[in-house]
């Protein structure tokens, strides 16, 4: 349960919930040839423009989705946790990827091929629904998220990108601690989209009125209904 009232559905893709609970005939029809690999912090899963041979499952740790411009400069514009799923819609379109992931920390993703995917998605109206389902809500998400960055000052943006993170981080064993974001300044500022002097300069503002704390790259978010407020959703 929240602390606090927040709209996470209008920013976080639901993409956990595909898989979750599917029969297990047709699990192990879209698992049957699945492997785990262990990706080291910064590892590349798929780069933009490359073509998808199937599709990764987050089974524990933080992958960054985001685009690069002409210039190679990154913006971060969706993190994803345990339980996600990525890759599915270049390879649903039979398109190039539009977007690049990457490990925000070591972790273990799945990877299913391309041939079984597309044949659990034949035979299970389940999984396909919920892949029609998620994918519509995303739509909506980036719509949210494009309006919304767009009008928000970078403080305000960074408030948001806080209190997102923090959905993805908690600890439901850890419920009444505050949350601790490990990520890097570097990351956090191509995700609020801002210069990482700036970045530095609004959490040293946060860390003054004691809404965080700070230990080494770790964000220590002590007062979140606060910084809840200061993001200006209302």
Known sequence: MQAFD??????????????DGLPEEEFNL???NSVAHIYKKGEILFREGSY????YYIKEGKVKKYKTDKDGKEQIFYICKNGELLGYHALLSEEKYADSSATLEESTIGFIPKEDFLKALQVSSILANRILKCMS??????V??????AQRSVRERLALCL???????KKEDEIKKPVELDISRDDLAKFVGTARETLVRLLRDLKEEGLIETKGRKIILKQSDKISKIANLS
């Open 144 to 149: 949210n998220e494009i309006t919304v960055f």
């Open 30 to 32: 879209i698992s049957a």
């Open 6 to 19: 927040f709209p996470y559905d209008k920013f976080n893709f639901k993409s956990d919930a595909i898989l």
């Open 163 to 169: 209190i997102l993170l923090r959905e993805k981080y």
């Open 137 to 142: 809500h995303e739509f909506g998400v980036l």
């Open 52 to 55: 998808p041979t199937g599709v």
